[in-house]
């Protein structure tokens, strides 16, 4: 068995860490892929397609946001929580901009029942990033607490 393969794993975090160069290539089409999914509901004219799209969204927004909050090699808080703000209020304000193009162009019967699912949808949205933030973050810490735990041990065996 190829023993430097497993070398590169230094903790099971590391699996997760996202860190590597090859990762960061791959964020850019996977935003792209949420920026197009809601617009499947344009070329269909169904509320159904429009559904499924959101469905597919609120499945792949927080794989996105994990994976973006990984990748970057940024460790303030202050400034990944201010990224991860204005990035989710901009995808908010790209959804809800779809959503005066579906009220204005498709003129769906139900419109009040329509922007109901719709903010409901996005206060969802609001949840799910406020809480994979807060478990990024305690991830991170724990990281950090381990890794300061490790060195105590080896400072106290030497």
């Keep these: 068995m190829n023993t430097a393969i497993l070398k590169t794993f230094n903790s099971p975090y590391h699996v997760l ?14 935003a792209a892929l949420l920026i197009i999914i809601p617009l499947v509901f344009l070329a269909f004219h169904s509320f159904s397609v429009f559904l499924l799209s959101e469905v597919l969204t609120f499945m792949l927004f927080p794989i996105f946001l994990w994976s973006y909050l990984h990748t970057d090699e940024i460790t303030d808080i202050k400034l990944d929580t201010l990224k991860v703000c204005v990035m989710s209020m901009m995808y908010f304000s790209y959804l809800m901009g779809l959503t005066w193009i579906m009220l204005k162009i498709f ?5 009040k029942e329509y ?3 719709k903010l409901g949808y996005i206060l969802l949205l609001v949840i799910l990033t406020v809480s994979i933030t807060a478990i990024f973050f305690y ?3 724990t990281e950090k607490r381990l890794i300061e735990h490790r060195e105590k041990i080896k400072h106290r065996k030497t």
Excluded: E
Excluded at 107 to 111: I, Q, S, T
């Design 139 to 141: 991830n991170r810490y």
């Design 17 to 30: 860490s996202l860190k590597s160069s090859r990762y960061k290539g791959i964020m850019r089409y996977f």
């Design 107 to 111: 003129n769906p019967v139900f419109k």
């Design 115 to 117: 922007m109901l699912i």
